[in-house]
């Protein structure tokens, strides 16, 4: 009797592994997927509680009086001090709201630039800039260092006449300012130990003004601190022309 070839019986053995080796790399299924439904409305006879209507929340524009006109709506021609300066000539002793400033605040203001103040004593922190309404132009954004690490941040825009225009002002207790964009985000202490608070300052079109569109309560991060941004690298640096 015949003996059977070798070569269909070592074929059979390898078929298997064929398609096995054939399968590497591709997908499995996971098993069938559930279906997917939609939000069930609980007790839908049940009257809910009237939602009054939000408040903007933020300060509401405002012409700063008191200074020369720019040209070609360039902010980079404001003096940042001089600004601030008017501002308190045009909302003196005002200790709350927008303008609100210790009066310590106010008078380290009022000397700034003067001889016998050191620079660092001046309160009005380096500017920034940055396209922040989207019309491509620079906004000017300003801190004012307050007591207790609280800071008054605040930002502007000039109109086709050349008037300076605050859009956004908010006094926090700051961890950090940030520019990301063309938000303005403040981080502040969420009251919760080990997370803080973020906010984004967006522009509205509609109000003229900016206006905190986004919160969000993060844990504080246990890596470094975020790497600081140079004016220079803001949309351009102080003084630009």
């Known amino acids: ?35 997917a439904s939609g939000p ?16 903007p929340g933020g300060a509401p524009p405002e012409y700063v009086r008191g200074l020369p006109e720019v040209t070609g709506q360039n902010v980079h021609e404001v003096d940042p001090v001089a600004l601030v300066q008017a501002e308190l000539r045009a909302h003196p002793d005002i200790s709350v709201g927008p303008d609100g400033m210790p009066e310590e605040t106010a008078a ?21 800039y940055r396209d922040l309404t989207g019309n491509g132009k620079d906004e000017l954004v300003i801190g004012i260092e307050l007591p207790d690490k609280m800071m008054s941040v605040r930002a502007y825009t000039a109109d086709p006449d050349g008037r300076i225009n605050r859009i956004m002002a908010t006094t926090e207790t700051v961890i950090g300012v940030e ?37 969000q309560i993060v844990r504080v991060p246990a890596g470094p601190a ?12 102080p003084g630009r022309p």
Request: glycine letters at 10%.
């Open 179 to 215: 520019l990301a964009g063309q938000d303005v985000i403040l981080r502040v202490p969420s009251g919760n130990p080990g997370y803080e608070l973020i906010t984004a300052w967006s522009w509205d079109a509609k109000q003229r003004t900016m206006l905190p569109e986004r919160e």
């Open 1 to 35: 009797m015949r003996k059977p070839s070798p070569a269909p019986l070592l074929l059979a053995a390898l078929l298997p592994l064929a398609a096995a080796c054939g399968n590497t790399g591709g997908l499995a299924s996971a098993g069938p997927t559930p279906t």
């Open 226 to 237: 975020p790497q600081e941004a140079s004016p220079s690298a803001s949309a351009g640096a």
């Open 108 to 128: 380290a203001i009022r000397a700034c630039g003067k001889a016998g103040q050191a620079p660092a004593a001046c309160p009005v922190r380096q500017p920034y």
């Open 40 to 55: 069930v409305h609980l007790w839908p006879e049940r009257r809910g509680a009237e939602v009054p209507p939000a408040d």
